[in-house]
């Protein structure tokens, strides 16, 4: 199945491998933009989003002023959990493209100095990836069903899973197999979808074989991996009952036996050794939900992993005291291992945080639109906050339009899988995936070529006001002040990589820090009341997420704002 590419000889990372030298630790503040390729750009009119339709609009990402690009998964898969279940790790679906249209991207990133992140998926596989195939048709007692994790039933006749572990996605952890005769066999375990078990990481060939997997992406180019549920290779041995029902409540604040187990670092320490073997500094991210900031610390020691996400600021509300109390802890939970702090607000799994902020406090998941005006006012104010900080930053596709979740989808064009098994997690996430608008006036809004043209989930008229046609030149915009924020955070010496804020003496729910550089020092104030307040200026704004005024010589910060300054 793996694809063959015509000409492996060139080095692909040309223009970013040469500047190597010049851009040591480059991810240490770097922004990058997370990709979602299905609803990106659909170069083909097919309503799917493709590779092609992405290396079409990389200029634009250029121009936004974001340093990489994380793709997530594009290979070959039968697209049960949206490409999180790879059949083919070396292959491209074809409803993306091809391994040449992999390449070209790869080139051309890199010819605009923009770096390209894949995600890579260790935890499972697709269910119809050829080792599971096989191991299936062999049977109980083959030595292939060795890299999956393969039990017999409990119960008289086996007809009960072999432990207790509940699916994130809901119902159990384990699905029953047919014997090759036809005969009730084995069960096998997936912490996700019956369509993606888990690999077994005990076993040489898993550890060969993504190994094999990592070199593969590196020789073709790419500068890094976002390793999908980084947390979860290892399992506890024997894996023993957890004693409890409703375990997706108990995710990411207990110790739980299949994640966050110590043996993961291992993986890492062998795979640090391996990115380290290629020039440009290629980097590993971790998506590992850990109870603690502390405990994701572990991942970025120095010999392990560059970043691991911060979830714990992406699910922080709208509130001073909350907000100064995580950039604090994530701050220093990395401080000891010499990692930059992450920061981030969306993804493709959790609600836009334009629809968060539009809301009372409730989590990640929030199904209703809530005040969209000011959901949004929240959202371009957080992000000033958030690219102020020290460290990197991730963005997520269609944030920088202001793009709220599309809470209304008709059910018979919901996809997530986890909606159809009901009582698992995140059964709205196709709300934040929704294909974003470009252009024009009729959907699918220069999503794919054809006005009127196809696109695999509807988007809402109004976002024809939201497109990037739109917003371009428009000083009030969302993506005008993206734009503006990233070329500022470039230039100003005191933005970007570090691991220090001081904190200012500020009123009631307004947030004050100041950052210090040898070049030059910088303020960002952020007022999260609903009330405009005054203050004295610190010294130059250069940026704002709202109009400011300027009463009796004090600077007012209306309501839901984010200021800039120069001090
Ligand atoms: C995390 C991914 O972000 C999510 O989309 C996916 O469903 C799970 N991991 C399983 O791979």
């Not at 990058?32 to 493709?50: H, K, L």
């Not at 609600?351 to 998941?365: D, E, M, S, V, Y």
Request: net charge negative; glycine share 10%.
């Amino acid at each position: 199945m793996t694809q063959n590419l015509a000409d492996t000889s060139r080095p692909a990372a040309a223009v970013i491998a040469a500047n190597a030298g010049a851009s040591r630790g480059w991810w240490r503040d770097a922004v990058i933009y997370q990709v979602y390729p299905r609803s990106f750009a659909d170069g083909n009119g097919d309503g799917m989003g493709d590779l092609p339709g992405i290396r079409s609009r990389l200029p634009y990402l250029r121009d936004l002023g974001v340093d990489a690009v994380w793709l997530s998964p594009f290979y070959a898969s039968p697209q049960a959990d949206a490409g999180y279940d790879v059949a083919d790790y070396r292959a491209v679906d074809p409803m993306f493209g091809t391994l040449l249209d992999a390449d070209g991207l790869i080139r051309d990133a890199h010819a605009l100095g923009l770096r390209i992140i894949v995600d890579l998926v260790p935890n499972h596989s697709s269910y119809q990836h050829e080792w599971f195939q096989r191991a299936l048709r062999e049977g109980p007692g083959s030595p292939l069903r060795e890299r999956y994790h393969f039990r017999p039933g409990k119960g008289t006749e086996g007809e009960l899973p072999p432990n207790d572990w509940e699916s994130i996605f809901g119902g159990p952890a384990w699905t029953r197999t047919e014997n090759p005769d036809g005969t009730p066999g084995d069960w096998y375990l997936h912490l996700f979808a019956p369509e993606q078990p888990d690999f077994n990481w005990d076993s040489p060939a898993v550890a060969d074989e993504f190994r094999s997997i990592l070199r593969f992406w590196l020789d073709m180019g790419v500068d890094g991996f976002r390793i999908d549920v980084a947390h979860g290779m290892v399992k506890a041995p024997g894996l023993p009952d957890l004693g409890s029902h409703d375990q997706l409540k108990l995710l990411g604040n207990d110790v739980m036996p299949f994640f966050d187990q110590d043996g993961v670092h291992e993986i890492y320490r062998s795979w640090r050794l391996i990115l380290d073997e290629y020039p440009g500094e290629r980097i590993g991210v971790a998506e590992a939900w850990t109870p603690t900031v502390q405990r994701t610390a572990n991942y970025v020691r120095p010999d392990e992993l560059h970043q691991a996400f911060n979830f714990q600021y992406l699910g922080t509300h709208w509130d001073a005291d909350a907000l100064r109390e995580v950039v604090d802890v994530s701050l220093d939970a990395m401080r000891p291992v010499g990692a930059p702090a992450t920061w981030v607000l969306s993804n493709h799994d959790v609600t836009r945080h334009a629809t968060r902020f539009a809301n009372p406090p409730g989590g990640t998941q929030i199904r209703t639109p809530g005040d969209r005006a000011l959901g949004l006012r929240r959202a371009r104010a957080a992000t000033l906050l958030m690219l102020a900080l020290p460290g990197s930053a991730y963005l997520y596709q269609g944030e920088e339009l202001g793009l709220p979740d599309v809470t209304d989808l008709p059910d018979e064009v919901r996809q997530d899988p986890s909606f159809f098994r009901q009582a698992g997690q995140d059964g709205y996430r196709d709300g934040c995936r929704v294909p974003i608008p470009w252009s024009g006036t009729e959907a699918p809004y220069g999503f794919g070529p054809t006005p009127g043209g196809p696109s695999w989930l509807p988007q809402p008229a109004t976002w024809a006001g939201l497109s990037v046609e739109v917003q371009t030149g428009d000083p009030t915009s969302t993506l005008e002040l993206y734009r503006s924020a990233l070329a500022v955070r470039r230039e100003h010496p005191a933005l970007g990589a570090g691991t220090e804020v001081t904190w200012l003496d500020a009123p009631e729910g307004v947030l004050a820090f100041r950052r210090d550089s040898a070049d030059g020092s910088f303020v960002c104030t952020v007022n999260t009341t609903g009330e405009p307040v005054r203050t004295a200026a610190p010294g130059r704004v250069l940026l704002a997420s709202a109009e400011l005024t300027v009463v009796d010589g004090e600077t007012v910060l209306p309501a839901d704002c984010a200021i800039w300054w120069a001090a």
